[in-house]
């Protein structure tokens, strides 16, 4: 399975922005979809995941509203909404595929999108 994320960029503070990660290969039904963002100089952060049932889970991090996951099962792409952005969500956000039972370490990943948010 291959995984393309897009729709990164600069944003302004207290902007929004909706990330895409196109499944491409197989249908994504099989696996769990995962979020990760690289702030610069920091490690990876789980953000999320969903299922082609349409089940989310969020870290707990998070849970305040202002991110938001979800799919087009049709479109075979999983989608993150960031709202309300700040200067510490200026990362390299990633999406990834497992199996589940499996590690994401062991799953599938696309190259991430950057997303810079200035004042």
């Known amino acids: 399975v291959q995984l393309q994320a897009s729709g990164g960029g600069l944003v302004q503070t207290g902007g929004s922005l909706r990330l895409s990660c196109v499944v491409s290969?197989?249908?994504?039904?099989?696996?769990?979809m995962g979020w990760f963002r690289q702030a610069p100089g920091k490690g990876r952060e789980f953000i999320g995941s969903?299922?082609?049932?349409?089940?989310?889970?969020y870290v707990e991090d998070f849970i305040k509203g202002r991110f938001t996951i979800s799919s087009d099962n049709a479109k075979n792409t999983v989608y993150l909404h960031v709202e309300s952005l700040k200067s510490e969500d200026t990362a390299v956000y990633s999406c990834a595929a497992r199996v589940p039972g499996s590690t994401w370490d062991k799953g599938s990943w696309g190259q991430g999108t950057k997303v810079t948010v200035s004042s």
């Open positions: 969903i299922d082609w049932s349409g089940g989310v889970l």
């Open positions: 290969g197989s249908s994504f039904r099989p696996y769990v």
